[in-house]
């Protein structure tokens, strides 16, 4: 996590998942920082969400999100609709962004959810024309 990353911010938002979707949150962010370690993430507790990228610009510098809910936790893609999803896990119907509804670990520690994160990474990579070995 950046160094500017206020830890409060990251705390309000895993916090305020219920229960187990707290290790949930935490496990994500675990994943998406041993994929990327050098990932810039931005926070949004109003909102409960926790984005990362290669930059600071969200929707065009960014891969994923994670966002806190009630009942789950959504790993967004803000370019989903591109990615290949052989295990059919995304979900949504617009132009560009599509998640996956994760309630428990075992979910957000599965290969295709990994899988699916280093997709993310190397397809901005590639729509911005950077390099893309991450």
Request: with cysteine; hydrophobic share 40%; proline share 8%.
């Amino acid at each position: 996590m950046p160094a500017a990353m206020p830890n409060a911010e990251i705390a309000a938002i895993v916090d305020a998942a219920p229960g187990q979707l707290r290790d949930v949150v935490r496990i994500l962010c675990a994943q998406i920082t041993d994929l990327h370690p050098d990932a810039t993430m931005l926070a949004w507790p109003k909102q409960r969400i926790l984005s990362y990228g290669f930059g600071p610009r969200k929707m065009s510098e960014h891969y994923a999100y994670i966002g806190v809910h009630a009942r789950h936790v959504n790993l967004g893609f803000y370019y989903g609709a591109a990615l290949p999803d052989p295990d059919a896990l995304l979900e949504g119907t617009g132009k560009n962004l599509r998640h996956i509804k994760l309630r428990d670990v075992a979910s957000a520690t599965s290969p295709p959810v990994r899988r699916l994160l280093k997709h993310a990474m190397r397809d901005l990579r590639a729509r911005s024309g950077g390099p893309t070995r991450h």
